[in-house]
């Protein structure tokens, strides 16, 4: 054990880092993940990195965990210089990482969950059960918690797994601690108790690196804050020091406002009106209008019930409350196919696992969500659904040997043509695109969005649901966000600022 | 894809062919047309069953309740027929496809309302259904005399040199042919099985979808329960026992994937009539019936890893060259 921090350093400010990164960059093929980033961890210190999605926590994370090697810089750990070629090497330092979803076993029990993989052997190179049992109570005890070791994990309750997951994170004698949005599935009471376990991890010294999208957490349980943005570091300190608008500024940077513009299409009449649309525990009191040709963004941190909202809009799940309106007319939908009979169609976010039926020719796949329409009595009319196809294959630029392959054998680009050409075969009033540009690289994504644009210049209406901010500034006619599920602000073009949304979005006002 | 089919279909008649010609080799007329109507008209039961099979797979799931739900239904209206000798056979038909079809949709309610694994409730309904038509009967049997001429004959009355029973085959192929290929439900449930979230999200209702497969499944082996206590001539609880395995063997040696969404028609027809051929095949060279069982297996496994191989190859084409030469491929 690491008899050296067991008295409680409580004043950050003298002592020296447990724990330094100096000027590490990290490279992708086209993508530069991380750019000459400095941090440091102290002990007895909670650091909270903040940034926005892509600006490179994960990365870092990965660095400081052996996942992956860093191109340049170096990592110190007590002020020697370590390299942390495996997860193994990383864990031998003192390094652990409490993910966002934890790998445990529901059918194991708590302790063996806490010492998979290294649990105390007898000599004959059994599992040595009394010790992995007193060594998992004693963890757990460390934490001040009772849960028992011999219970199966699917017997505990959320909290309680976060508990054994922490467990888990510090039984490999962990100095420096890694968080990595610990609190996204927890309500709030359980954010209540792990913060105290994070206070009493503090007050054993060990340096913690929290990260989390919420200033409201961050403010409550961190000391000191480190922001990234593109890669980079753009600041740190002492988090007494730095009000909310400095870090917001820093996290969503200047740059933003005039990138991917939308192409200036006159707003015909209301298309859609969403009054009050409600779920029993996904989002409540959603209400907007949609005109012709308008796009409306949906901003939101991830888990913010923007996807959900969506798919109850498009029938997946059935609202609990609410109206809506589709060109006057008071409709219900109560399925998928209501939905795209009433002219309203969902482009999922994961495209490639939910857009198509790999096995399936080209031509069924185009035609599918149109069969309701082209079928007669229940036949399909094969001339049809060619032609269909053939159209939309045309107009994309779809390349393929022929319209009777199946989608599976084309490349990434092209089953892209196929899912987006599927969805305008039915001829849509309203479209939804959940993420239209996520993992796309920057080149497709400005094709993308001169295509919108297009879309909406023709009198189509979208919903265009987007975790990016310069995609949301730069196409949105309006900005919908959402926070826990409920709408936190509408806002107009005019209006619209990175700073205002990522308030919004966060939760300060 | 259609072209790993065709040439899989392609594959599996000639292998047929080869076993036919090898057969008459050692046992003359083997391959006359009389023989080879014969073979077919054997098999006629097990295409219907294989067809039924195969739409409940295609949909991820299996039913393994087919030949207990035959074994019950062909009970039924044997008693019936033995009860009431003066209903014509035509509402007896119609009673065997609407019994079928009720205990096929039991199972489809059960996988589509409780979500329970198809391979789960169709065990426990095939134990079930056997179980009904043990009580129906309390155990005693339905013989031939006490059945009537036309319940009896029918099915053996030569047209065209093939028997009113093969031509029962003929037209269930064609009409579940049309439906897989050109109604809403049978690509619905191709879409359904190949990636159930897409066909969802394309306005398909996967679980209906798989409900009307499995109330498919039972029809047709409710037809086949009669046509089996007609051919045979006798109807008592365990006739069929096992024949589900043919008929899920069929389907795979057919071609038809046992993780849903792909499989044809031709292929599972083409998949039970291997199995005919062997069965009739074997004992006229004098090989053991185990043999026979062995020899199925056999297939079976081969089947498999050649689907499975199959399967595998489908790449995504992302070589320039190679794309421009599937391309002049199809092309040509």
């Not at chain 1, 002020?79 to 529901?106: C, M, R, S, Y």
């Not at chain 2, 279909?9 to 057969?23: D, K, S, T």
Request: charged share 20%.
């Amino acid at each position: 054990m690491n008899t050296a921090v067991q008295t409680p350093i409580r004043e950050p400010a003298p002592p020296a880092p447990l724990l330094e990164m100096r000027g590490i960059s990290k490279s992708f093929p086209g993508v530069r993940a991380l750019d000459q980033v400095d941090i440091k961890l102290y002990p007895g210190t909670v650091t909270a990195l903040i940034g926005e999605n892509g600006a490179g926590k994960s990365t870092l994370v990965k660095i400081l965990t052996g996942i992956y090697q860093p191109d340049e810089g170096e990592i110190l750990v007590d002020g020697k210089p370590v390299t942390f070629a495996t997860a193994q090497d990383a864990t031998n330092h003192g390094v652990t990482a409490i993910h966002q979803e934890t790998v445990l076993f529901d059918e194991l029990s708590v302790a063996e969950n806490i010492y998979l993989g290294h649990a105390p052997k007898t000599r004959f190179g059994l599992v040595d059960w009394k010790a992995l049992n007193a060594r998992s109570l004693a963890l757990l005890h460390s934490l001040e918690t009772t849960v028992d070791v011999r219970a199966k994990l699917k017997e505990l309750s959320i909290a309680q797994r976060h508990l054994v997951a922490i467990a888990r994170a510090l039984s490999v004698d962990a100095r420096i601690v890694i968080m990595d949005e610990p609190t996204a599935a927890l309500s709030r009471k359980e954010v209540d108790d792990l913060f105290q376990i994070i206070e009493r991890l503090k007050n054993q010294g060990k340096a913690i690196l929290f990260i989390s999208h919420k200033f409201d957490e961050v403010y409550e349980i961190a000391q000191n804050y480190a922001v990234f943005r593109d890669g980079r570091a753009v600041g740190h300190g002492a988090l007494r020091d730095a009000n909310q608008n400095e870090i917001v500024r820093l996290m969503v940077g200047r740059s933003v406002d005039k990138a991917f513009p939308k192409v200036d299409v006159a707003l015909g009449e209301t298309v859609l009106k969403v009054t009050n649309y409600a779920h029993l525990t996904e989002f409540r009191d959603i209400s907007f209008e949609l005109r012709r040709g308008e796009i409306l963004g949906l901003y939101g941190l991830v888990g913010a019930g923007r996807s959900e909202f969506c798919q109850s809009l498009f029938g997946v799940t059935r609202p609990s409350d609410g109206s809506l309106t589709l060109e006057g007319r008071e409709i219900t939908i109560r399925s998928p196919r209501d939905a795209i009979a009433h002219g309203i169609v969902y482009v999922p976010e994961e495209r490639g696992r939910h857009g198509t039926v790999a096995q399936m020719p080209i031509f069924q796949n185009i035609s599918l969500p149109s069969l309701a329409k082209t079928s007669r009595a229940g036949f399909l009319r094969s001339a049809e659904e060619f032609a269909l196809a053939r159209r939309y294959a045309e107009r994309f630029d779809l390349r393929a040997a022929a319209l009777s392959v199946p989608v599976g054998t084309l490349s990434g680009g092209n089953q892209q043509k196929v899912v987006i050409g599927k969805w305008l075969a039915t001829s849509p009033k309203v479209i939804i695109l959940d993420e239209p540009t996520k993992g796309i690289d920057i080149g497709s994504k400005a094709a993308v969005h001169a295509f919108i644009s297009e879309l909406a210049a023709e009198g189509l209406s979208i919903i265009m649901v987007s975790s990016e901010l310069p995609e949301i500034l730069g196409m949105s006619d309006r900005v919908l966000v959402m926070r826990e599920g409920l709408p936190a602000g509408l806002f107009d073009r005019q209006s619209l600022d990175a700073e205002t949304l990522v308030r919004a979005a966060t939760g300060n006002a | 894809m259609t072209r790993i089919l065709k040439s899989r279909e392609i594959l599996l008649f000639g292998i047929i062919a080869i076993l036919v010609a090898g057969f008459s080799s050692r046992a003359p007329g083997f391959a006359e047309p009389k023989n080879l109507a014969g073979i077919f008209n054997d098999t006629s039961i097990l295409i219907i069953l294989a067809l039924g099979q195969m739409a409940v797979i295609l949909t991820k799931s299996i039913d393994l309740s087919v030949a207990a739900n035959l074994a019950f239904t062909g009970m039924a209206v044997a008693m019936l027929n033995a009860a009431h000798p003066d209903l014509p056979l035509a509402v007896l038909i119609i009673i065997a496809l609407g019994i079928g079809a009720i205990l096929g949709a039991i199972n489809g309610l059960l996988v589509w309302k409780l979500g329970i694994p198809p391979i789960v409730v169709t065990l426990g309904t095939l134990t079930i259904y056997r179980g009904m038509a043990f009580v129906l009967s309390g155990g005693s049997w339905v013989n031939a005399h006490q059945m009537t001429p036309v319940f009896l004959n029918t099915p053996r009355t030569l047209f065209l040199g093939l028997p009113i029973l093969g031509w029962t085959a003929v037209a269930i192929v064609i009409i579940v042919y049309i439906m897989m290929n050109r109604t809403f439900f049978g690509r619905a449930l191709y879409a359904s099985g190949g990636n159930p979230t897409a066909a969802i999200y394309a306005g398909i209702d996967v679980g209906r979808t798989r409900f009307f497969a499995f109330v498919l499944s039972g029809a047709l082996a409710g037809l086949c329960g009669y046509l089996w206590v007609s051919r045979y001539a006798v109807a008592y609880v365990d006739i069929a026992a096992g024949f589900e395995l043919d008929s899920i063997a069929a389907t795979v040696i057919g071609g038809v994937s046992t993780l849903g969404g792909i499989g044809s028609v031709i292929g599972t027809v083409l998949g039970a009539l291997f199995l005919g051929v062997i069965k009739n095949a074997l004992p006229v060279i004098d090989i053991s019936p185990f043999w026979q069982m062995a020899i199925s297996g056999a297939v079976i496994i081969l089947a498999v890893i050649f689907n499975a191989r199959a399967e595998k190859r489908r790449g995504r084409i992302i070589l320039r060259d190679k794309a421009a030469k599937t391309y002049q491929e199809a092309t040509a």
